[in-house]
């Protein structure tokens, strides 16, 4: 029995959604747009990156056709020979938000078919007795916030209130989420832990579908920062995803970066997280060292979101692909014969577009087997083929949701 790798390049998506416009996201792509941007020297930044965008090894995978699949965008890099094992493909999310779980969950076999809860854009936000009861069962003197937001601007407008009354921030956006943002030293991180557990179950009721912390650091406007003590406290998925299946059979689930808290810890062997994409990748290469057979490794990859796609900084993004496609044969290196390894995205998060929410995209569905033949996957109606595939690869029967693709890739090269 072989072993699985799933690397998650947190909201690297390639447009071309069929439903975008319900999203307010047709013509939304985020690679095709930073690649263009990349192309007229737009995402050029002194000290960090210059020129077109640099991916020969995820070129090599089949980037560029997966591309050209989900919408027909054409990237080519003269330098990238295909790998002979490599197969290439796109998939549409048919779960019903555009958000870290509904992808991840429907990635493990899992589409999320029910609406969740949303926090309406207007001020205040919350429900009067929901804001109620947050301070009172969270013993805390009110909050700050209450509003749709962006996390670093928040903490900005409100950080030094909130040092100096104590209050927790608490915001929302377009996801299904409310976030709660507080110091790590003057309210203390356990704290914040705590009260975000409170305030998890307090919206359970209104099918949010996160609640998550956001620690910082520093003392005034212009020296806070986020902390990468971040932690989401997530609905645990209504049905066994793949993740339960695996664990269930008696193989392990090593879950790198937040996987753990999007699964809501459930169907996971074990937790490793770090902080920052590169580090983050120091992790799951030594989670395939540590990988045996029949286990799976799922990485999760959140800097492309969080650190550039939510903030719109191209240069940043592009320089996070370059930067993790320069990692990618350490990873290559560490497979055996047999071995699966797919890379793929959630959501999109588009660094073009407007706003700072999460874009309605297509995903890539890129990888290789060492010793197979490579294939053309083409499109995929469901992100659910990605997880049954890996079912498949070791060796589950098949579940509710999704059709593998495993036949395509499985002859000998």
């Not at 992808?103 to 076999?109: D, P, S, V």
Request: overall charge negative.
């Amino acid at each position: 029995m072989a072993r699985a790798f799933l690397f998650v390049l947190d909201s690297f998506g390639i447009g071309g959604a069929a439903d975008a416009e319900r999203y307010g996201d047709t013509g939304s792509n985020t690679f095709a747009h930073i690649a263009r941007a990349c192309a007229e020297g737009r995402a050029d930044r002194e000290g960090l990156r210059t020129g077109p965008l640099l991916v020969p090894n995820m070129l090599a995978l089949g980037l560029g056709q997966a591309a050209a699949t989900a919408t027909g965008f054409r990237f080519e890099n003269a330098g990238s020979a295909p790998l002979a094992a490599a197969f290439h493909g796109a998939a549409q999310e048919v779960s019903s938000g555009k958000d870290t779980p509904s992808g991840h969950w429907e990635i493990a076999g899992l589409p999320v078919r029910f609406d969740w809860g949303y926090f309406p854009d207007t001020i205040p936000a919350f429900p009067a007795e929901l804001t109620e009861a947050m301070v009172r069962e969270g013993k805390v003197p009110g909050i700050l916030g209450n509003c749709h937001a962006p996390g670093t601007e928040i903490i900005e407008r409100f950080g030094e209130d909130h040092i100096r009354t104590g209050k927790p921030i608490c915001y929302t956006s377009i996801d299904s989420v409310l976030q709660i943002a507080a110091h790590e030293v003057h309210f203390g991180l356990e704290r914040l832990y705590d009260f975000c557990k409170v305030v998890r179950r307090l919206v359970d009721p209104l099918n949010i579908g996160r609640v998550i912390a956001r620690p910082f650091i520093g003392e005034t406007a212009a020296t806070f920062e986020r902390t990468h003590n971040r932690r989401d406290y997530a609905v645990p998925p209504p049905e066994p995803t793949l993740l339960d299946r695996l664990t269930a059979r008696g193989s392990r689930v090593i879950a790198v970066g937040k996987i753990g808290d999007i699964f809501a810890h459930r169907g996971i062997s074990e937790v490793r997280k770090a902080a920052g994409n590169m580090a983050m990748f120091d992790k799951a290469l030594g989670a395939m060292e540590d990988a045996r057979d029949g286990d799976l490794v799922f990485a999760n990859f959140v800097d492309f979101d969080t650190e550039f796609g939510h903030r719109r900084d191209v240069a940043g993004y592009a320089a996070a692909l370059e930067a993790f496609d320069r990692r990618l044969p350490e990873a290559f290196a560490r497979l055996r014969p047999g071995d699966l390894l797919i890379l793929t995205a959630d959501h999109g998060n588009d660094p073009t577009w407007r706003g700072t929410d999460h874009t309605r995209e297509r995903i890539p569905v890129i990888g290789t087997r060492p010793g197979f033949k490579g294939a053309d996957i083409g499109l995929r109606t469901t992100f659910a083929d990605i997880g049954e595939t890996v079912a498949e690869h070791l060796g589950l029967a098949r579940g509710r949701h999704g059709t593998s693709f495993h036949a395509a890739i499985g002859g000998h090269a």
